[in-house]
């Protein structure tokens, strides 16, 4: 399987999922004109991805300073996709990544945390 | 013509309005004007908390404009087929305290589905605004809504007071809704 590489934009994180390294990350800004359709071959990749793992540890790093209403919807999305992974037996942890002066992405990682009842969910101040 | 101009900004100066996009709206003009709002936020040294409220709002305003807005003063033109509806949207600074206010048009039949949303959450706690906010993210997707149907609820939960907003008689189709919101 290849790696999903994407380079960031005006309006979109820089997204480097590896594969080899078993290491996914989501990282700068999200406010994309269309959100579904701009994260659809995201989750197209990451379907394929978790259907090819077995138990090998996956880490999932998120490091988003801004991301819109509908973009906050995807990451839901995402997570629980990752949840129900993990219902079937996969490895996979999560790093919500926040600078400690961006109080409200502390805030917003403590609802997924509180919303995510099997992912693994850290917050970590960075 | 340049006089008016001249008294336009000097209505908006005294309001403490700093930028004031009016016209054809799109995710070209929301993302050019949202980063010189950055900067100049930036320049201000407004802290980080306060910046990334400003700017949510700001990103929230005018997508609900360009998804949600007719494009015009007529009735002839069809309200599915809009591309760059026409909208309006202010920042000011005065007191200390950014205000935000948008507008822009929209059909008659728009309005009691809107209004009675908006009076059901304008005035929720906090906590309440915290709380309804993942309870809807984790349902489906309206296929009503263009968006995730949040960005209401994210207005409300970045602002400091409750929101206040209008509907203004345009004619027998049309009416002007406005909002405002204050960080």
Not at chain 1, 9 to 28: H, M, Q
Not at chain 1, 69 to 92: A, R, T, Y
Not at chain 2, 41 to 55: A, G, P, Q, S, T
Request: hydrophobic share 35%.
């Amino acid at each position: 399987m290849k790696n999903l590489q994407i380079p960031k934009t005006k309006t979109t994180p820089e997204i480097f999922f590896n594969c080899s390294a078993n290491e996914l990350s989501i990282k700068g800004e999200s406010f994309p004109e269309n959100t579904s359709e701009y994260y659809a071959p995201v989750f197209d990749w990451l379907e394929k991805y978790l259907e090819n793992i077995t138990d090998q540890e996956v880490v999932v790093n998120v490091e988003l300073i801004y991301f819109n209403s509908s973009s906050s919807k995807v990451l839901m999305d995402l997570f629980d996709m990752l949840e129900e992974s993990v219902q079937n037996g996969k490895q996979i942890s999560v790093n919500w990544r926040y600078d400690e002066d961006n109080e409200m992405a502390a805030e917003y990682g403590e609802d997924f945390m509180e919303d995510l009842e099997h992912l693994p969910f850290h917050l970590v101040e960075i | 013509m340049i006089g008016t101009l001249y008294q336009y900004t000097c209505q908006f100066a005294q309001e403490g309005i700093f930028l004031c996009y009016s016209g054809p709206t799109s995710h070209e003009v929301l993302v050019s004007t949202g980063n010189t709002l950055k900067q100049f936020l930036e320049e201000n040294r407004v802290d980080k908390k306060r910046y990334y409220c400003i700017f949510s709002v700001y990103v929230e305003m005018f997508e609900n404009i360009i998804r949600y807005g007719v494009d015009c003063f007529g009735k002839d033109l069809c309200v599915e087929q809009c591309r760059c509806p026409y909208g309006i949207i202010t920042v000011g600074l005065f007191n200390d305290q950014f205000t935000l206010k948008c507008g822009n048009i929209i059909a008659l039949e728009q309005k009691n589905k809107l209004k009675q949303y908006l009076n059901s959450i304008q005035s929720m706690s906090p906590q309440i605004i915290r709380d309804y906010y993942r309870e809807k993210r984790k349902q489906n997707v309206d296929p009503e809504c263009k968006g995730a149907g949040l960005g209401l609820l994210e207005i409300i939960r970045k602002s400091n007071q409750p929101i206040t907003f209008s509907f203004d008689y345009i004619d027998d189709y049309f009416l002007f809704f406005s909002m405002t919101a204050v960080i």
